[in-house]
């Protein structure tokens, strides 16, 4: 019998429906350019950062180390993502206006109240700010630990975003769009510089015990780009990934040339089809999977630490074991050469995040103490390994909050999208300085407003990136994280 041979598309509608689909649309000119340019949009081995490069080859290693656009401050972030949105108040932005008119009604212009929600009266916070360090950072009462690194903080008071719904709120934050479908900020990192590790992935997530934000996945997604750059998510305890362990009685030997055969009929079938992007991320992700068994294991492996160390992060108290182990495990990545790293405090819904509609005292209190001490302590731990000279921290939530309470006698807060606090530390970042401010009420951001898009422009700035140059085609325009808008750098960040 003689064998069958494979034709390249023999007939004009393909050898699948996905193909018949797509093909019976080439008649439409604009769609068949629009496919045509798009083939361009894939790194190959060769390509630096911002270029675009040809198609990449069957099986090119998508990650692997690219230059910069210029001499980088930091060559890795951390994220520390406060779900839920904290309250700028009753952080890092004092209001003492808020004391004197305590318990009236708001007479202001800002739209408040959402979903239905009652607007009460303005209401100061109930925790005590003092000024700490040589620069005089006011700091609430919730962050005794942090505090006491003040002169590092960068405390940006004027953040404004686009939306007040949790969901689109995250979206954003992570991705600079209200929309599915875009590529985070880990992605575009892990895009345009590849990984130091090979053996670790370049992009990792670790969420909450009691569950992951709104939107889940699509937070640290991809998006429109090969499914290599995604971020990976990690369990705070155990085995770091779910069926990462070899079977019981399968040999290292019989685990290679099993790899070994499925990785050459996959490189096969990814030969007929050079622009399934999501094909050539399985393949990887197979050889990645294999190396991270010792890998992965050895760096959540927090049994080699010294007893300090760990007392340090509040392993030994329930309070802060969760947050003090994955901020362990993430000190232990940046050493392992890992990019970006994406800590969630808080998860599901309402008071399970920092999200206090009810009561956001006791929100506020719960929230900053599981996650003060093991902050305090990756600073500390950074700056005592030599990580903190290379390493971006960022601190902040997808919004902020109201300084009106959600009904009389009622110490709960609404959502704020208009005026709210985040902070840098670490590489490249001027530490025991405020930018930006808001109204006397802290309502709305009034000086130095500070866009989320322009954040992502100056945490990119600070990874050796262009937001302007660092680009992925598709759909025929040359994507950005920042968005067609004209976006800054906040250059008062810079050291």
């Known amino acids: 019998m003689t064998a069958t041979r494979f034709i390249?598309?023999?007939?004009?509608?393909?050898?699948?429906?996905?193909?018949?689909?797509?093909?019976?649309?080439?008649?439409?000119?604009?769609?068949?350019?629009?496919?045509?340019?798009?083939?361009?949009?894939?790194?190959?081995?060769?390509?630096?950062?911002?270029?675009?490069?040809?198609?990449?080859?069957?099986?090119?290693?998508?990650l692997a180390p690219r230059r910069s656009h210029f001499a980088a401050k930091a060559k890795h972030a951390v994220f520390l993502f406060m779900n839920g949105a904290p309250s700028q108040v009753d952080t890092f932005d004092y209001k003492p206006a808020l004391s004197k008119f305590d318990g009236t009604a708001y007479s202001g212009n800002t739209p408040v109240g959402s979903n239905g929600r009652p607007i009460g009266h303005l209401t100061q916070t109930p925790f005590e700010f003092k000024k700490h360090g040589d620069s005089g950072l006011e700091i609430s009462s919730l962050f005794p630990h942090t505090?006491?690194?003040?002169?590092?903080?960068?405390?940006?008071?004027?953040?404004?975003?686009?939306?007040?719904?949790?969901?689109?709120?995250?979206?954003?934050?992570?991705?600079?769009?209200?929309?599915?479908?875009?590529?985070?900020?880990?992605?575009?990192?892990?895009?345009?510089?590849?990984?130091?590790?090979?053996?670790?992935?370049?992009?990792?997530v670790m969420t909450d015990p009691r569950g992951g934000p709104i939107g889940s996945a699509s937070n640290w997604s991809a998006g429109f780009?090969?499914?290599?750059?995604?971020?990976?998510l990690f369990r705070g305890s155990g085995t770091p990934l779910l069926d990462l362990a070899t079977p019981p009685g399968v040999s290292d030997r019989q685990q290679r040339r099993t790899l070994d055969l499925i990785g050459r009929l996959n490189e096969e079938h990814l030969a007929r089809r050079p622009n399934e992007t999501e094909l050539a991320a399985r393949i990887q992700s197979y050889e990645l999977a294999y190396r991270m068994q010792t890998s992965a294991a050895d760096v959540v492996d927090l049994d080699r630490e010294d007893e300090r160390?760990?007392?340090?992060?509040?392993?030994?108290?329930?309070?802060?074991?969760?947050?003090?182990?994955?901020?362990?495990?993430?000190?232990?990545?940046?050493?392992?050469?890992v990019r970006f790293v994406q800590l969630y405090s808080g998860g599901g819904h309402l008071e399970d995040t920092w999200d206090g509609h009810s009561d956001c005292i006791t929100n506020h209190k719960t929230?900053?103490?599981?996650?003060?001490?093991?902050?305090?302590?990756?600073?500390?731990?950074?700056?005592?390994?030599?990580?903190?000279?290379e390493t971006l921290l960022v601190w902040g939530g997808e919004f902020g909050r109201t300084p009106t309470s959600e009904g009389v006698g009622k110490p709960g807060r609404d959502h704020n999208p208009f005026g709210f606090s985040m902070w840098l530390a670490g590489a490249g970042v001027r530490g025991g300085q405020t930018i930006g401010a808001?109204?006397?009420?802290?309502?709305?951001?009034?000086?130095?407003?500070?866009?989320?898009?322009?954040?992502?422009?100056?945490?990119?700035?600070?990874?050796?990136?262009?937001?302007?140059?660092?680009?992925?085609?598709?759909?025929?325009l040359d994507q950005r994280l920042t968005g067609v808008e004209e976006r800054r750098v906040i250059d008062k960040v810079l050291s």
């Not at 103490?369 to 030599?386: C, H, M, S, V, Y």
């Open 8 to 62: 390249p598309n023999p007939t004009p509608c393909g050898r699948s429906r996905r193909e018949f689909l797509w093909q019976v649309g080439g008649g439409f000119a604009g769609l068949a350019l629009v496919d045509l340019l798009t083939r361009d949009g894939f790194f190959d081995k060769s390509a630096g950062a911002g270029q675009r490069p040809g198609t990449a080859e069957p099986g090119a290693y998508l």
């Open 147 to 204: 505090a006491r690194w003040a002169d590092d903080l960068c405390v940006i008071r004027s953040m404004h975003t686009d939306t007040a719904a949790h969901a689109s709120g995250c979206l954003q934050m992570n991705s600079g769009s209200v929309l599915i479908g875009k590529p985070c900020l880990g992605s575009w990192l892990s895009y345009g510089l590849g990984t130091e590790n090979a053996d670790l992935p370049s992009f990792v």
């Open 225 to 232: 780009m090969p499914a290599a750059y995604q971020g990976t």
């Open 309 to 337: 160390t760990r007392e340090m992060y509040g392993l030994g108290n329930k309070v802060t074991a969760d947050f003090g182990r994955k901020c362990l495990i993430t000190r232990r990545l940046l050493e392992n050469g």
């Open 367 to 389: 929230h900053a103490a599981e996650t003060d001490q093991p902050i305090a302590a990756l600073i500390a731990d950074l700056k005592r390994t030599g990580l903190w000279d």
């Open 438 to 476: 808001t109204d006397e009420l802290g309502f709305n951001a009034i000086l130095d407003r500070c866009h989320v898009s322009d954040l992502h422009a100056t945490i990119l700035h600070l990874m050796g990136l262009d937001h302007r140059k660092l680009t992925y085609f598709y759909q025929g």
